[in-house]
């Protein structure tokens, strides 16, 4: 039996029939899907408990309006801070990195909440010294929520029987990298230990890369190790074509109770959006996806709509005197339009303030350089301060454009670099953006060397990998910086 067909035996079992056990899931331990459960929730209940606490310290009753409040406080908390994965910033970057992203999550909650007030006209309906009490209240219980629950983590861990060890086979560097990430996070997440490598090669073969101590012994070893040091968790890193070994290996575990995972070395490839899915049943990898499916694109559009919405509707009255102030400065029109790739590689026209003596959308367009002489005196300043860009959160209400994402590029320089740069057109699996994570990293203004526009390319791909509605937050709030004090936009 091929090792494809030994899979199809465990997904779909001998009758047929597909394994319910068997889904795309995380890789839970210790306390489990129980534990998992809780930390989806436990930011939700801790800010609706806030709001109903300091309801009751100033004894406002809970009526009708309040109960919609607190309804719609949960539904969007766990919709904000389930996307933000408080839990996984401990294991990432400690107490800063989560207060980071708590700050972001908060300011994007409170956002929302005075956007619903002000647009329902129902703020009037609320104390506000309930609200500003709450505002303050809440993040810092939810940090306290984080610093209990790791704290009680680390006693229900202090006991031997509450840790998980676990093996790795094959000393390939996805199985070193993968052994490197459960040592580093045990500082956070101390509830799996590692126990050390099984792999056919000697010390001498591997050389530096593997301690003599980490390394247990070969394949044929493993199944009377894990029994006598009682393993809860295989991993299986050997090479996809080694596919007799890995038959034989399992079938040597079947006399085991250990759970046994395999981690392909498809995985050591760049891949965007990685993950576990099924197409009518049919179990399949991702490869390369767009992160914004199904809940993610609704949030992301949502996110969208509000936030040019509010723009448009303040900076009114300042685009109208820009649009003004472009057509007395200089002959043409007030607004550039222009051919762009958008999301899925297809042809859009993407609008700003007209900066330049002309209007080039041909197949050879010049990018601007510093003293550029098509560049009008008004253009400059528009183009120093960005505010040649605003007429683009129109882009972004009509659906060709977000607030956040990879910088769209002319038509022309898009064909000459998909051929210069791997992944160029990868970044199109999203919609463009008017600000991204590249202009926040200084890679804003002219790409004037191919290693520039690399490294522009290298933080779009960055953030398809990562994005989350704080990451978007993040590089807004980090724009506004940006915009004020960088002068390399001309």
């Known amino acids: ?48 408990f806030s709001l109903f606490v300091v309801m009751l310290i100033y004894q406002v009753p809970l009526n009708n309006e309040y109960k919609i409040l607190l309804f719609i406080v949960f539904l969007v908390s766990l919709v904000v801070f389930k996307e933000a994965d408080l839990c996984q910033a401990w294991k990432s970057g400690g107490f800063r990195a989560q207060g980071g992203r708590l700050l972001v999550c908060w300011s994007l909650l409170t956002g929302i909440l005075l956007f619903f007030g002000y647009a ?12 500003l009490t709450w505002f303050v209240v809440a993040p810092l219980l939810v940090l306290t929520g984080h610093l209990t629950a790791r704290f009680l983590l680390r ?47 000697n010390a001498q073969r591997l050389g530096d890369d593997v301690p003599d101590a980490m390394l247990l012994g070969s394949l044929e070893n493993l199944p009377a190790y894990v029994q006598a040091h009682k393993i809860d968790q295989i991993y299986i890193a050997l090479p996809m074509m080694t596919e007799k070994r890995i038959l034989k290996l399992l079938d040597d575990l079947k006399d085991t109770t250990a759970s046994i995972y395999f981690v392909p070395d498809i995985f050591v490839f760049d891949l965007i959006q990685a993950g576990l899915g099924e197409v009518n049943g049919i179990p399949v990898v991702a490869i390369c996806e767009t992160p914004f499916c199904g ?66 959308d041909g197949n050879d367009v010049r990018q601007a350089r510093r003293c550029d002489s098509r560049v009008t005196p008004f253009g400059a300043f528009l183009r120093r301060t960005s505010l040649d860009e605003l007429p683009q959160f129109i882009n972004v209400l009509q659906g060709r454009m977000s607030v956040v994402g990879p910088r769209p590029h002319a038509i022309a320089h898009n064909e000459t670099y998909r051929k210069l740069i791997k992944g160029y057109m990868v970044r199109h699996k999203v919609r463009p953006g008017i600000t991204g994570l590249a202009q926040v990293r200084g890679l804003r203004g002219e790409t004037e060397t191919l290693d520039k526009m690399q490294a522009r390319i290298d933080c779009d791909l960055d953030y398809l990998r990562h994005w989350s509605m704080a990451l978007d937050m993040k590089i807004i709030f980090k724009t506004i910086f940006v915009v004020l004090r960088d002068q390399r936009a001309y």
């Not at 329902?120 to 609200?131: A, I």
């Not at 590692?194 to 792999?199: N, R």
């Not at 649009?323 to 222009?338: C, D, E, H, I, Y």
Request: proline content about 3%.
């Open 1 to 48: 039996m091929s090792l494809s067909q030994q899979a199809q035996q465990v997904i779909w079992g001998s009758e047929g029939k597909k394994n319910p056990m068997l889904h795309a899931r995380r890789v839970h331990h210790g306390v489990g899907s129980i534990g998992a459960f809780v930390q989806s929730i436990m930011d939700p209940v801790i800010i609706v």
């Open 295 to 360: 809940v993610n694109h609704l949030l992301k559009r949502l996110s969208d709509i509000v936030l040019s919405s509010i723009i448009l509707l303040f900076l009114a009255p300042l685009l109208l005197l820009i649009g003004m102030g472009v057509k007395l400065t200089s002959p043409g029109p007030a607004l550039f339009k222009q051919r762009r790739y958008g999301l899925d590689g297809k042809e859009i026209i993407v609008y700003k303030f007209r900066s330049m003596a002309v209007c080039e």
């Open 155 to 201: 006693r229900f861990y202090a006991s031997e029987k509450n840790i998980h060890r676990a093996v790795i086979v094959g000393a390939s560097s996805i199985g070193r990298k993968l052994a490197h990430r459960i040592t580093r996070g045990k500082r956070f997440d101390p509830g799996l230990s590692f126990a050390g490598f099984f792999d056919d090669r």
């Open 120 to 131: 329902t006209k129902t703020s009037h309906e609320f104390s506000r010294s309930v609200l």
